[in-house]
């Protein structure tokens, strides 16, 4: 595997892991509306 080839690879990761923690927190925002509406 060269150089590039395992930059990219990085880059999809980290890619994924943000997208992955934006989830998280946006349905931990959505959890946190329900919990103050009851």
Request: glycine share 0%.
């Amino acid at each position: 595997m060269d150089k590039n080839e395992a930059k990219d690879k990085m880059h999809t990761m980290v890619k994924n892991d943000l997208k992955n923690a934006v989830k998280d927190v946006k349905n931990d925002t959505k959890d946190a509306k329900r919990d103050a509406d009851k």
